[in-house]
């Protein structure tokens, strides 16, 4: 593994958000680690955070430690349950290779969401903007489970999202309960 400038993460983002092949994941997922998708994800996590400051400080930090914890929770969950499927890599290479996708959408998605919330008309289409997130979540998601997790069995794959995503929620529901006090 090697250390990667953020200038370096953004063009590999880049690559994979065009390409969208599991070849493309496996090309990068040793560029980096929990280190560098750290960094990149609070980024990321930073720049949303300052599109939602209207909820204030206290919605900013919540929204920037949210988004990280919920990151790293659903990361070591799909490492965790990868690993229980069958699959042989490692929590640099799932953290790092999903960094390269979920940055950039979310700091997409929330642009996209931003702009629509200034317009009238574009209230009614922030809930199709957020179905369009989740699809193209799932989708980058399916392909970086695959590559980082060296798993080729759909079935194995799903199971692990599934249940990632299911453990992710219940976290991310009780860190909410939690900093709303």
Do not use: C, H
């Not at 349950?81 to 929590?91: H, L, N, S």
């Not at 996708?101 to 009238?120: D, H, R, W």
Request: proline share 1%; charged share 10%; glycine share 12%.
């Amino acid at each position: 593994m090697t250390q990667t400038s953020i200038g370096d993460m953004v063009n590999q983002s880049r690559e994979i958000l065009a390409k969208r092949d599991t070849a493309t994941f496996e090309t990068y997922e040793n560029k980096g680690g929990i280190r560098e998708a750290l960094i990149y994800m609070a980024i990321a996590a930073a720049i949303t955070g300052v599109f939602g400051l209207g909820d204030g400080l206290a919605g900013f930090l919540r929204g920037v430690i949210g988004a990280l914890v919920g990151f790293f929770v659903f990361t070591y969950l799909v490492y965790f349950i990868g690993k229980q499927q069958g699959g042989t890599g490692t929590f640099d290479q799932v953290a790092y290779s999903f960094a390269l996708f979920y940055a950039p959408l979310t700091v997409l998605f929330a642009a996209i969401s931003l702009v629509l919330l200034i317009t009238i008309v574009g209230i009614l289409l922030i809930p199709f903007v957020g179905i369009v997130a989740i699809v193209a979540n799932i989708y980058f998601a399916y392909l970086a489970v695959q590559s980082s997790m060296n798993l080729t069995d759909t079935g194995k794959v799903w199971i692990t999202l599934i249940l990632a995503g299911l453990g992710s929620f219940v976290v991310s529901w009780l860190l909410g309960a939690f900093l709303s006090f």
